[in-house]
């Protein structure tokens, strides 16, 4: 396979003024169905219309321990998942975040200019820092930070994320304003994208949290690679809600979330839902959208497997991707470089 990664479309983007977005998932875990619906299933549609680039966030993940080859193999895993999604190395540029070490540098210079009291509201650290009470590290406490130098190294334009990860995007924002009110225009001050909240997906064994990758009980979510017989299986036992009908109502966590995940997947309105399964159980309601997310998985899988066979077409697709990245990258780092003061890098 011919992996096609230029550089022309990004100066072309800066030419037509086409705007610039920037994400990424961490390799924290395998990607569930939640952060496909929410988050990589969004960015596909996007590759029409914006200059993209889509990073795995490695460096983000060591913030909370993992294990180096479990790490490792899922750096690879999301990668490969980024494509099987519909990700197109050929029109977004895709790279592996460790690869690029102007995110660290830019890190370091940006920590300079945020401030510890905004970092101490930041929701994320006071969660994680709760969940993991033994490991408080500092990398917790400035991850986002890291964060605002991935999206400002690259000019981004727009950030989509889910809701969660909003206060991470106004952090970015304050340091970029903060930094060019010193300096001048450096940085583009970048916005966030949230999907429609209808793409909150909610956790199988309790409707109330959100479907997470590093929830303990492995019935509370689908993962992308899940096998058909795994995915019937998990939305049969599904958390529902008393009563026995197929209608969202204030009180039906569980069926909202089902209904809302049958819309995701089949592209049917809540509504036509509704009348679609009117005298039909919450049985046969739980076997359809079981079968509907098979479908919508099956391809995703099945790619998946594909290129994780392939090792080398996904190693050419990163190493052009850190090259390309590493030249916009650069060029940003060199500016900021000297507009603090620091000698210019000597070139080789
Ligand atoms: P972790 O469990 O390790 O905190 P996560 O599964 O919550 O991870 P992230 O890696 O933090 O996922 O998020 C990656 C992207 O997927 C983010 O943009 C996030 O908003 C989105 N996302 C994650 N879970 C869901 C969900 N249940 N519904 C909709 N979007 C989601
Ligand atoms: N914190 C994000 C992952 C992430 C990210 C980014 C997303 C790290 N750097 C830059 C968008 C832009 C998360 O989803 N947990």
Same mark, same amino acid.
């Given at each position: 396979?011919?992996? *096609?990664?230029? #550089? &022309?479309?990004? @100066?072309?983007?800066? +030419?037509?003024?086409?705007?610039?977005?920037?994400? /990424?998932?961490? =390799?924290?875990?395998?990607?569930?169905?939640?952060?496909?619906?929410?988050?990589?299933?969004?960015?596909?549609?996007?590759?029409?219309?914006?200059?993209?680039?889509?990073?795995?966030?490695?460096?983000?993940?060591?913030?909370?321990? *993992?294990?180096? #080859? &479990?790490?490792? @193999?899922?750096?690879? +895993?999301?990668?490969?998942?980024?494509?099987?999604? /519909?990700?197109? =190395?050929?029109?977004?540029?895709?790279?592996?975040?460790?690869?690029?070490?102007?995110?660290?540098?830019?890190?370091?210079?940006?920590?300079?200019?945020?401030?510890?009291?905004?970092?101490?509201?930041?929701?994320?650290?006071?969660?994680?820092?709760?969940?993991?009470?033994?490991?408080?590290?500092?990398?917790?406490?400035?991850?986002?930070?890291?964060?605002?130098?991935?999206?400002?190294?690259?000019?981004?334009?727009?950030?989509?994320?889910?809701?969660?990860?909003?206060?991470?995007?106004?952090?970015?924002?304050?340091?970029?304003?903060?930094?060019?009110?010193?300096?001048?225009?450096?940085?583009?001050?970048?916005?966030?994208?949230?999907?429609?909240?209808?793409?909150?997906?909610?956790?199988?064994?309790?409707?109330?949290?959100?479907?997470?990758?590093?929830?303990?009980?492995?019935?509370?979510?689908?993962?992308?690679?899940?096998?058909?017989?795994?995915?019937?299986?998990?939305?049969?036992?599904?958390?529902?809600?008393?009563?026995?009908?197929?209608?969202?109502?204030?009180?039906?966590?569980?069926?909202?979330?089902?209904?809302?995940?049958?819309?995701?997947?089949?592209?049917?309105?809540?509504?036509?839902?509704?009348?679609?399964?009117?005298?039909?159980?919450?049985?046969?309601?739980?076997?359809?959208?079981?079968?509907?997310?098979?479908?919508?998985?099956?391809?995703?899988?099945?790619?998946?497997?594909?290129?994780?066979?392939?090792?080398?077409?996904?190693?050419?697709?990163?190493?052009?991707?850190?090259?390309?990245?590493?030249?916009?990258?650069?060029?940003?780092?060199?500016?900021?470089?000297?507009?603090?003061?620091?000698?210019?890098?000597?070139?080789?």
């Amino acid at each position: 396979m011919e992996v *096609q990664q230029t #550089a &022309a479309p990004i @100066r072309g983007a800066e +030419e037509a003024k086409q705007k610039i977005v920037f994400s /990424g998932v961490q =390799p924290s875990g395998k990607l569930t169905l939640g952060n496909y619906l929410g988050a990589i299933g969004n960015w596909v549609g996007m590759q029409q219309d914006y200059r993209c680039i889509f990073s795995v966030m490695n460096l983000h993940s060591i913030t909370v321990r *993992q294990d180096p #080859a &479990a790490l490792r @193999r899922q750096t690879l +895993e999301v990668l490969a998942q980024y494509i099987a999604c /519909g990700i197109d =190395p050929a029109k977004s540029l895709l790279f592996i975040q460790g690869h690029v070490s102007a995110h660290a540098e830019l890190a370091w210079i940006l920590n300079c200019y945020t401030m510890f009291g905004e970092l101490s509201r930041m929701t994320q650290f006071k969660d994680k820092s709760k969940q993991h009470a033994d490991n408080v590290n500092a990398g917790l406490f400035t991850y986002p930070v890291l964060m605002a130098a991935d999206i400002l190294l690259y000019h981004t334009d727009l950030v989509p994320v889910g809701q969660d990860q909003k206060q991470h995007v106004e952090i970015a924002r304050d340091i970029a304003e903060r930094f060019n009110g010193v300096y001048g225009d450096v940085f583009t001050i970048p916005e966030p994208m949230i999907v429609r909240s209808g793409a909150k997906i909610m956790s199988l064994a309790d409707p109330t949290k959100k479907m997470s990758k590093s929830d303990p009980n492995q019935n509370a979510y689908v993962l992308l690679t899940d096998k058909p017989e795994d995915i019937l299986r998990k939305f049969k036992r599904a958390v529902t809600d008393s009563g026995s009908e197929i209608r969202r109502g204030e009180d039906k966590p569980g069926v909202n979330n089902l209904i809302n995940i049958y819309c995701a997947a089949t592209g049917s309105t809540p509504e036509q839902v509704e009348q679609q399964f009117v005298g039909k159980g919450y049985g046969d309601f739980k076997m359809a959208v079981g079968e509907a997310v098979v479908e919508v998985l099956r391809p995703v899988r099945e790619k998946t497997e594909d290129l994780l066979k392939n090792k080398d077409y996904l190693e050419q697709v990163y190493t052009e991707g850190a090259f390309q990245a590493a030249r916009l990258a650069d060029r940003t780092l060199e500016k900021v470089y000297k507009k603090v003061g620091f000698l210019a890098k000597p070139k080789r």
